[in-house]
């Protein structure tokens, strides 16, 4: 075994196929899109290649900016709504009962079960202006004069679509979360209450720290997540009111399968892929930091 696994054609063999996935899959598409977001096509006349005008019209475009402003909100809302909230429940979850933390990790994680067009089917009806459950709930309480058109609202449209997003996805950061609580050694523990450390101190001497690994991968999902919204916004908004609610991704979509303008939708594309590259590098770059400030 160790004479074929010291061959270097044999290794080459072993990860052919996989190396083959990876060109078909990965980076033969994202050459496809470098060399169209440098065209301008319709998908029906022969491409025209144009070189950067693509990127020139993305930048110049105040409906882009807005777009991508919205998505990279998003992204910022998801990390800090989802993962790090989920983190805190995770740990206050650990400290409930047995049976209370098995009907309350359920709970949460009921609405990844179900599909992102389901739930967004659902808080549809909820959102809904005239027979949606919140604006009855509110007139049942007595605070009818809170009830609004959520969804057409230009104050509320937004934060109505980041939360749905959220609230699909919170299970999958709590879940991850807890699961990597519970990875911890119990002795961890038990050593840290023999020597008189109270919660708090438990918490960030000894889950925190033993719980990052489990944190980056929380923050990177929901960063990803939230920079890519786009089913809840097709399906509650179509991008409306006007373009409020237009993520990028909603964005790329409209010039591609609305305005075919495919060229232009590659290049949105290859801009999506950049800045999820430089979100993934500062993500990693936080952790690290963290790790040296330790």
Not at 11 to 30: E, G, S, W
Request: net charge positive.
């Amino acid at each position: 075994m160790k004479k074929v696994l010291g061959n270097k054609w044999y290794i080459f063999l072993l990860c052919a196929p996989a190396m083959l996935l990876l060109i078909a899959f990965v980076l033969y598409p994202i050459l496809n899109i470098v060399v169209m977001s440098l065209q301008k096509t319709d998908g029906l006349t022969p491409a025209k290649f144009i070189g950067f005008k693509n990127f020139v019209q993305l930048f110049t475009d105040d409906g882009f900016m807005r777009a991508n402003l919205a998505s990279l909100g998003l992204c910022l809302l998801a990390v800090i709504c989802n993962a790090i909230l989920a983190i805190a429940v995770s740990i206050l979850l650990c400290t409930l009962g047995p049976k209370t933390q098995k009907i309350l990790r359920t709970a949460f994680i009921i609405p990844l079960v179900l599909s992102i067009s389901v739930i967004s089917q659902l808080w549809l009806t909820i959102y809904h202006a005239d027979w949606g459950l919140l604006n009855t709930m509110l007139d049942k309480i007595g605070l009818g004069f809170l009830q609004n058109e959520w969804l057409i609202n230009p104050k509320t449209a937004m934060v109505c679509i980041a939360i749905v997003g959220m609230w699909w996805m919170f299970g999958m950061d709590l879940l991850m979360s807890y699961s990597g609580i519970k990875a911890i050694p119990e002795s961890y523990f038990e050593a840290a209450q023999l020597d008189g450390a109270g919660f708090w101190q438990t918490v960030r001497h000894i889950t925190l720290p033993l719980l990052k690994d489990v944190a980056k991968m929380c923050v990177t999902i929901s960063a990803i997540g939230g920079l890519f919204t786009f089913p809840q916004v097709y399906i509650m908004t179509g991008g409306g009111p006007g373009d409020l609610t237009t993520t990028v991704m909603m964005y790329m979509y409209k010039q591609a399968f609305s305005n075919q303008r495919y060229g232009l939708a590659a290049a949105v594309g290859l801009v999506v892929i950049l800045e999820t590259c430089v979100v993934l590098a500062v993500i990693n770059w936080l952790f690290k930091k963290g790790r040296s400030a330790e």
